[in-house]
């Protein structure tokens, strides 16, 4: 059994794909061909929104709407600091500062509650600041009309980071339309996931929209080789774009055959885990399947249990993001997000994708209720 077993989707679409990488090959546009332009539309259309901008990857789809944002030097972001590692990473590659906020006990992503506490932390600190990226963490969209009105109250530019959030929706709404801009990644494991690295922003601002183009090919003004501002090299792969193109036509049949999964996950699991809590009105693309455990000692002897059954388990995430050696340099200390580190040492992610069968399923349940 896989973690998350790609092979199964690639089954059903392998002769789509191959037909579209061939005609990348027979094209020779192998720099922004034709379904780059193909895939933006596509995208924009699926979530709602007037601009998808593809790129190389979800780091330098946040990289560049920051870059976008002139957001550098003696600026503060807000974030979480239960994510991925590229989340706070990008706030520090343009120079600006991270400022973290402990997250919800019961979704994992931010706490909107305690963002003003952060914003005069970061002031009192002699920093600006500037933005927030809330995460859509393991695909349930972060709590985005709370934020949205904070941000709004300050001046923040909110930064919704959907890397794994992609397919997930708010009464309806769909993931990548909040805030002002929205990065996703098509990294293969995500929900939407390519065959190698790709990312993309989506925003509803055309000026927003012109800079973001700029940046992904070195800062291009006119043409090529007139340079107005600092960018970076961030296309997306054309051959990425083909594979993208296939995987997003049964997307939408993907998140249903998920929320499926998930449901018969949690309708079954034994009694003392928690599973994930979507709140009303959230729809969860489920990037990962995701229980708390009550102690760590709890999740060892789960861990074990599911290995000697060769189940595969996932922790997502070990350390929170202030502990990082990384991030020494912000001075925090351990107690200073207790919700994140609590539930750092006591989560685990189990198996999850669209084509998980039932059978597998009940073999995991199984392996979890002789652990508990
Ligand atoms: C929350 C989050 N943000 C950002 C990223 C970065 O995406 P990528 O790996 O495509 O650079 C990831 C994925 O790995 C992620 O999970």
Not at 123 to 135: R, T
Request: glycine share 8%; proline share 6%; with cysteine.
């Amino acid at each position: 059994m896989q973690f998350i077993d790609l092979s199964r989707q690639q089954l059903l679409i392998r002769d789509k794909i191959e037909m579209r990488i061939k005609r990348v090959l027979d094209s020779g546009k192998y720099i922004m061909g034709p379904e780059i332009v193909e895939l933006e539309e596509k995208l924009a259309d699926y979530v709602g929104i007037q601009h998808c901008i593809t790129c190389s990857s979800g780091t330098d789809a946040l990289l560049m709407s920051l870059m976008a944002q002139g957001i550098g030097p003696g600026d503060a972001v807000i974030t979480t600091p239960f994510t991925f590692i590229a989340t706070a990473e990008v706030i520090k590659l343009v120079g600006a500062t991270p400022v973290f906020v402990d997250i919800c006990p019961d979704t994992f992503n931010i706490n909107p509650v305690l963002i003003p506490d952060a914003i005069e932390y970061a002031k009192k600190q002699g920093l600006n600041p500037k933005a927030i990226i809330p995460v859509d963490l393991f695909g349930l969209p972060a709590p985005y009309m709370e934020i949205e009105k904070i941000a709004a109250g300050h001046g923040l530019f909110v930064l919704e980071d959907a890397a794994q959030g992609f397919g997930g929706e708010i009464s309806g709404r769909k993931a990548c339309l909040f805030g002002h801009a929205a990065a996703t990644s098509f990294f293969p494991a995500k929900p939407l996931g390519c065959y190698g690295d790709g990312g993309a922003v989506f925003t509803s601002d055309d000026d927003l929209a012109h800079i973001l183009r700029s940046i992904r090919v070195h800062g291009g003004g006119a043409d090529k080789y007139d340079n107005v501002r600092v960018g970076i090299n961030g296309r997306l792969n054309v051959l990425q774009a083909a594979v993208l193109l296939e995987k997003l036509a049964i997307f939408p049949d993907e998140v249903l055959r998920r929320n499926r999964a998930a449901e018969y996950y949690s309708n079954n699991l034994p009694a003392s885990y928690r599973g994930p809590i979507v709140p009303k009105n959230y729809l969860s693309s489920w990037a990962q399947y995701s229980i708390l455990l009550e102690t760590p000692q709890d999740r060892v002897r789960v861990i074990k249990k599911l290995k000697e059954q060769n189940i595969p388990a996932m922790i997502y995430y070990k350390i929170s993001l202030h502990l990082q050696k990384v991030f020494d340099y912000l001075g925090y200390e351990r107690g200073d997000f207790p919700v994140s580190e609590k539930t750092s040492e006591n989560i685990l992610s189990i198996p999850m994708h669209p084509y998980i069968k039932t059978s597998e399923q009940d073999k995991i349940l199984e392996a979890l209720h002789a652990a508990a």
